[in-house]
Every structure is written in structure tokens, then in C-alpha cells.
């Protein structure tokens, strides 16, 4: 349903969109594909806001877009917060049904443009990860395109509790061992549950030290970029700028603020 103005005319700052697309990750995480009734321009690593009308107010919340612009359609990974607002009321979408999309599209989570030969660090827990895969996405298009220049790397460390929360591992592995300049690693933190993981274990600010260090020799020519659970990004930032990265080269984009009291 269009949203309507004060006049009643409709609001120009919203679009309609329907799901075409679920997919079930694990019990609490799914990916979905809605196509935009209208235009819908955005950068790779920008968010979108979608929304939801229910007891007569429109319910919005902000997630980072995972498709490529050069995808007609937009994708979302998704985490179900059973207390919260917005993400129950997604939850129940199915292919067919239609939410609200603002027109603009936000967020600098973008990659520098200024210098071609900067490298990318690339920190992300769980549905993190869906910035930078719009990202791995663009670049792999530009690139077979032939229109993307310079010899920046990008290198992604991606963090979840279990094999089963990465969402989009195939995906990003197929495209590492196609390309020369993605690097990925996968770590979980819960290996006891993973009798068959062989991959990383430990959080993602665990092992921060082991491959910052292998992947970037020179911190001042890269940029960190840390998305996902608050205290990874605090820990990280911590740990790279102790290993000589300055505040100017971090990046970051955080699921929630934590409670004073969490901080500890």
C-alpha cells in the first residue's frame, strides 16, 4: 500500500515493494528479495529503510542492503529481535506481500573512492556481513565489466556463533577463489557446537591481531571497517589502534548502543 500525505496524495518519500523471494538461514535469520514499485538508487554498502503500517502508524527500521546496485531487485539478511517492533512483523512477510521502502537510501559505509591502490579491512558479525557483500558484488561486476580501477584488496573476517548463521558463505567462497583481490575468513565462536567447522574459531575480536597483521603491512594505506555486535567493533577498534591504525581509518556501523554496564 502507497502512503499517503496529509492531502492524501501520495507521499513521495515512500515506495511500496513486494517480497519475491524468502530464504531460512537458521531459526532466527533469513534472507529476503523485495522488488521497489518505483526508482530506488543506492550505493554499495548503504542501508534502506523499509517499514511496515500496523495499528494505524508506520513501523521503520533501517537494514543494510545486501544486492548490488547493478540488481533489479534489493536483499536483506535479517536477525528476528522476538522483542522488538519491526523484525517479528518482517518475519511473518512471504512471497507475495508488500511493505514500504523510503526513497532515499543512507549510510557511508563506502569504500574510498579518492585512492585506488586502498586496501579494505572488512570486520563484520553475523548480519554484518550484508554491507560488504553488496560490495564483493559490485566489485566482481565492475571488474569483469572493466570499469574498475586501481589494485585495492579487500579482506573479510566474518564472525558468528555457529556455521549455520553465515548466511551467504558459499557465495563469498565461490567468489574468493575467483578473484584476486578478496580474501575471506570465516570464524565461529561456539566450535564444540560445530563437530564438522575446520575453518577459524574464536570471536572475531579474537583473532583481529592474527590477521590485521598478515593482510595489512602498512595501516596508513588501509581502512578498517567494523560492522555488527558493539562490543566487537569497541574491542576492535581498541586492538588496531594499538597495532598503529589511526581513528581517521576505522570505520564502523553498530547493530545497537550497549548499556553503560555492559561496557566492562
Request: hydrophobic share 40%; no cysteine; charged share 30%.
Amino acid at each position: 500500500m502507497v502512503r499517503q500525505d496529509l492531502r492524501g496524495r501520495p507521499d513521495v518519500r515512500f515506495i511500496s515493494a513486494t517480497v519475491t523471494a524468502r530464504r531460512e538461514i537458521s531459526a532466527d535469520l533469513w534472507a529476503m528479495r523485495i522488488a521497489p514499485d518505483g526508482e530506488f538508487s543506492f550505493r554499495a554498502g548503504q542501508y534502506a529503510t523499509l517499514g511496515i503500517n500496523t495499528a494505524g502508524r508506520l513501523i521503520e527500521r533501517a537494514y543494510s542492503i545486501v544486492s548490488s546496485p547493478h540488481e533489479p531487485e534489493l536483499e536483506f539478511f535479517i536477525e528476528l529481535v522476538p522483542a522488538g517492533e519491526l523484525t517479528p512483523l518482517l518475519y511473518q512477510l512471504q512471497v507475495g506481500d508488500t511493505l514500504s521502502v523510503r526513497r532515499a537510501a543512507k549510510g557511508r559505509f563506502l569504500l574510498e573512492a579518492a585512492n585506488p591502490d586502498t586496501d579494505h579491512l572488512l570486520l563484520g558479525t553475523v548480519t554484518g556481513v550484508a554491507p560488504f557483500l553488496s560490495l564483493i558484488r559490485t566489485w566482481q561486476r565492475e571488474r569483469q565489466g572493466e570499469t574498475f580501477a586501481g589494485d585495492r584488496r579487500l579482506f573479510l573476517l566474518h564472525g558468528a556463533s555457529r556455521a549455520s548463521e553465515f548466511g551467504y558463505h558459499e557465495e563469498i567462497e565461490r567468489i574468493a577463489g575467483e578473484v584476486p583481490w578478496l580474501t575471506y575468513v570465516p570464524t565461529v565462536s561456539r566450535p564444540w557446537e560445530e563437530a564438522e567447522w575446520a575453518g577459524e574459531i574464536g570471536r572475531v575480536d579474537d583473532v583481529i591481531r592474527k590477521y590485521a597483521d598478515q593482510w595489512v603491512h602498512e595501516p596508513g594505506r588501509a581502512v578498517a571497517h567494523l560492522r555488527g555486535h558493539p562490543s566487537m567493533i569497541e574491542h576492535g577498534k581498541a586492538i588496531l589502534g594499538r597495532r598503529g591504525w589511526h581513528k581517521d581509518r576505522l570505520k564502523e556501523e553498530s547493530y545497537f548502543a550497549l548499556k553503560h554496564q555492559e561496557k566492562d
